[in-house]
């Protein structure tokens, strides 16, 4: 179990190629993370789900400024879908992004 944990771990870390994203910004997207999560009641495993998907997300594409809360709201419906009995739904989570984003 120790040997295939580490194959799945991220380096925690924005790479280099993010030239948008800052470590400041990541703080601040876990942070609002935070809250959402406490704002839904949902399950612990599901904020670490989603900042898990983040992260590694990060780790392979690149992302805009504009579009990293919405990198972060995604994370948290995929999340929500494994661990949630009974998930938000998407106008919830426009909703909460103070309608930023449309369900397209």
Not at 28 to 52: C, D, M, Q, R, S
Not at 82 to 98: A, K, L
Request: negative net charge; proline residues 4%; hydrophobic residues 40%.
């Amino acid at each position: 179990m120790l040997a295939t944990e580490t194959s799945f771990m991220t380096k925690n870390r924005i790479p280099a190629f993010q030239t948008e994203i800052t470590e400041e910004m990541r703080g601040i997207l876990h942070g609002w993370l935070v809250e959402v999560h406490l704002k839904f009641k949902l399950l612990p495993e599901t904020l670490y789900i989603a900042i898990n998907v983040i992260d590694r997300f990060l780790e392979h594409r690149f992302i805009s400024r504009g579009d990293y809360q919405l990198l972060g709201v995604t994370a948290m419906n995929i999340a929500c879908k494994y661990e949630e009995r009974y998930p938000p739904v998407i106008e919830d989570f426009i909703h909460i992004t103070d309608n930023s984003y449309t369900r397209e």
